[in-house]
């Protein structure tokens, strides 16, 4: 697999959102925005290095890690169900996540999920997953 345009172009909207819920919400987000917007632009970089999709987050936060980056656990537990691991930078990134589109579109968390199950199939590891996150992100919102 390799890095597409449109996946630069979802990369970018990423940072952007990232950026803009740093700044706006520091409360919720105590995170620096500059380094909320670099990690938003390399959060998908494991796709240039992984042949699966399903590895592309662990794959992106292990070259990263090698490389001393300081955000690599938030690339490495992306858009991944799991309690291993939780940060502010990590809610911020999948929550924009959630919200961005294949090629940068801003869509509500419901259309995303809806995105991802017409592209992948209903009941797909990717639907079943993005449901998971998307439910321990509305669970976060409300506190
Ligand atoms: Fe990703």
Do not use: C
Not at 5 to 28: F, G, Y
Not at 55 to 83: C, F, M, N, R, T
Not at 116 to 126: D, F, L, M, P, T
Not at 128 to 133: Q, V
């Amino acid at each position: 697999m390799m890095i597409t345009d449109d996946r630069i172009k979802h990369s970018l909207a990423v940072a952007k959102k990232m950026k803009e819920m740093a700044a706006e919400n520091p409360d919720k987000y105590p995170v620096e925005p500059g380094a909320a917007f670099v990690l938003g632009l390399l959060h998908d970089v494991g796709y240039e290095f992984s042949g699966e999709q399903k590895e592309h987050a662990h794959k992106g936060g292990s070259v990263l890690k090698e490389q001393g980056y300081k955000y690599w656990k938030e690339v490495y537990y992306h858009g991944i169900p799991q309690d291993e691991y939780d940060s502010p930078m990590l809610r911020l990134l999948n929550y924009a996540d959630m919200i961005t589109g294949p090629a940068g579109e801003y869509m509500t968390i419901e259309q995303r999920i809806e995105d991802i199950a017409k592209r992948y199939g209903e009941g797909s590891w990717q639907d079943l997953e993005a449901r998971k996150l998307a439910f321990s992100l509305f669970a976060f919102s409300r506190d």
